[in-house]
């Protein structure tokens, strides 16, 4: 096991500690009041003092920013194109395209601001390679290639043969691929405090260990309600990642599951014997994929998304802290490269994630636009959170961004079933799912009952997984 397995996690040991801010105690009017202190409700900041540096914005975080999911993912910031065929299915073809273009620029623009900020968060655009680590996996990616091909973006998603996938990453167990060149990887938490600081520097009102408690309207303005305190303003964003799913009007709207990562000693030498030189973010085809990328000192960071589901947006630290779902992530770490045997593994983390039905992030708003909100980044929320903080700065300003019409703002509803239906039975696909790619991995097909289960979501229009 990892010598050090906590809920925060290596990135943020190695971002280092920074100077809190205080708690709300008292009652405050603004401008803006933002309940969140991740990415996305950060960037929504920025993006207000960005359009007007006169704005009273209060930032409301019941822990300390950066510290849930943003400053503890995988790192990966990536475009959409690999969802084109869902886009386009919900949406058609000129918004799909349209909002594909705009994960691009979110991309590009989240390293363009790392760079013009000054903030080192190893930001590396080296591509996103898919693969097939089992024959089960062979062509996943065709669909998408083939409708990036029909939209006249042929060369974002291409695909890969086995020869090309080797050259980029060698594994006993890697067949073909595809690549999508808007990838790159970040060390989140740099990105999270980096972003923190910068947002406090500009002026925006940062509270820290303020847990909002409700979010009311009172004489048409927006009241966040703290324990000793609360701020008043026109508008209020709820940037409130998996705890989205505890607020009423959202609830059906979105799962909670868990995501958990292992991370190695440095290993430069067996990046270099096995070809990953390139620094390119990577994930398998499974429903619950594994996903890993290098560190610039060499070392291996190794995440699976099969951990625990969450009741309600309630997690009760299990999935924080899962030993069994992090043992099993460093066994895969081993069959996909058997060279880590018996390297070290120095960390692991996890935590929750929340889980989109459409596997698309979505915005919206309520209370007759007093309220905007986002939520459903489904483990890709690095480059998206960026995008979302541009949409909810312009709802809460009332600002018709061309961000603001996006096809992800106030979408048509999917929703999944109440509480306990949902833990029930999204515990029960997952088992399903874990044993049918358990069993595609050493090259059997699952069971009728099994693949039964599995495609359950798929018949009720819900998607899960990668």
């Known amino acids: 096991m990892p010598s050090s397995h906590t809920a925060h996690g290596y990135w943020l040991e190695e971002a280092g500690p920074v100077a809190p801010r205080p708690a709300l105690a008292e009652p405050v009017e603004a401008d803006v009041v933002v309940v969140g202190g991740g990415y996305l409700g950060l960037w929504t900041a920025w993006n207000l003092l960005e359009h007007d540096p006169e704005l009273h914005v209060v930032v409301l975080e019941a822990d300390r920013c950066g510290h849930g999911p943003s400053g503890r993912n995988g790192g990966f910031a990536t475009a959409l194109w690999d969802d084109l065929p869902e886009l386009r299915s919900r949406y058609?073809?000129?918004?799909?395209?349209?909002?594909?273009?705009?994960?691009?620029?979110?991309?590009?623009?989240?390293?363009?601001?790392?760079?013009?900020?000054?903030?080192?968060?190893?930001?590396?655009?080296?591509?996103?390679?898919?693969?097939?680590?089992?024959?089960?996996?062979?062509?996943?990616?065709?669909?998408?290639?083939?409708?990036?091909?029909?939209?006249?973006?042929?060369?974002?998603?291409?695909?890969?043969?086995?020869?090309q996938v080797a050259a980029r990453c060698g594994s006993p167990v890697f067949g073909g691929g595809a690549l999508m060149r808007d990838g790159a990887t970040v060390q989140p938490a740099r990105l999270a405090l980096g972003l923190r600081a910068k947002v406090i520097e500009r002026g925006a009102d940062v509270r820290e260990h303020a847990r909002v408690r409700a979010v009311r309207i009172r004489d048409g303005r927006a009241v966040a309600v703290c324990e000793r305190g609360s701020v008043t303003a026109p508008a209020a964003v709820l940037a409130l990642g998996g705890a989205s799913a505890g607020q009423r009007p959202l609830?059906?709207?979105?799962?909670?599951?868990?995501?958990?990562?292992?991370?190695?000693?440095?290993?430069?030498?067996?990046?270099?014997?096995?070809?990953?030189?390139?620094?390119?973010?990577?994930?398998?085809?499974?429903t619950f994929l594994h996903y890993f990328r290098t560190t610039p000192e060499g070392r291996v960071a190794f995440g699976w998304?099969?951990?625990?589901?969450?009741?309600?947006?309630?997690?009760?630290?299990?999935?924080?802290?899962?030993?069994?779902?992090?043992?099993?992530?460093?066994?895969?770490?081993?069959?996909?490269?058997?060279?880590?045997?018996?390297?070290?593994?120095?960390?692991?983390?996890?935590?929750?994630?929340?889980?989109?039905?459409?596997?698309?992030?979505?915005?919206?708003?309520?209370?007759?636009?007093?309220?905007?909100?986002?939520?459903?980044?489904?483990?890709?929320?690095?480059?998206?959170?960026?995008?979302?903080?541009?949409?909810?700065?312009?709802?809460?300003?009332?600002?018709?961004?061309?961000?603001?019409?996006?096809?992800?703002?106030?979408?048509?509803?999917?929703?999944?079933?109440?509480?306990?239906?949902?833990?029930?039975?999204?515990?029960?696909?997952?088992?399903?799912?874990?044993?049918?790619?358990?069993?595609?991995?050493?090259?059997?097909?699952?069971?009728?009952?099994?693949?039964?289960?599995?495609?359950?979501?798929?018949?009720?229009?819900?998607?899960?997984?990668?």
């Open 251 to 286: 609830r059906r709207r979105l799962t909670v599951a868990s995501s958990h990562i292992v991370l190695s000693e440095p290993v430069p030498d067996v990046l270099a014997d096995i070809g990953w030189t390139g620094g390119e973010c990577i994930v398998d085809c499974r």
């Open 92 to 163: 058609g073809d000129a918004a799909a395209l349209e909002l594909a273009r705009a994960s691009s620029a979110a991309v590009a623009g989240l390293g363009q601001w790392c760079s013009d900020q000054g903030v080192d968060a190893w930001y590396r655009r080296r591509g996103h390679l898919q693969v097939a680590a089992a024959p089960a996996q062979e062509g996943a990616w065709s669909e998408a290639v083939a409708a990036c091909a029909e939209l006249g973006v042929a060369e974002e998603f291409v695909a890969l043969d086995a020869a």
């Open 305 to 466: 998304a099969g951990g625990r589901m969450g009741y309600g947006g309630r997690t009760g630290g299990r999935l924080e802290v899962d030993p069994a779902v992090v043992a099993q992530a460093g066994r895969d770490l081993v069959r996909v490269f058997p060279d880590m045997a018996g390297r070290r593994l120095t960390h692991a983390w996890g935590g929750p994630i929340d889980v989109s039905p459409t596997h698309l992030p979505v915005f919206g708003s309520l209370h007759d636009g007093r309220v905007h909100y986002g939520f459903g980044f489904t483990g890709n929320g690095v480059a998206p959170s960026w995008l979302g903080g541009r949409v909810l700065a312009g709802l809460a300003l009332d600002r018709r961004e061309p961000e603001t019409r996006l096809a992800l703002v106030e979408p048509g509803p999917v929703r999944v079933p109440p509480e306990p239906l949902r833990y029930a039975g999204g515990s029960l696909i997952r088992a399903a799912w874990l044993r049918r790619e358990r069993l595609e991995d050493a090259g059997r097909s699952a069971d009728p009952l099994t693949r039964f289960v599995t495609e359950i979501p798929r018949r009720l229009g819900v998607h899960i997984g990668r």
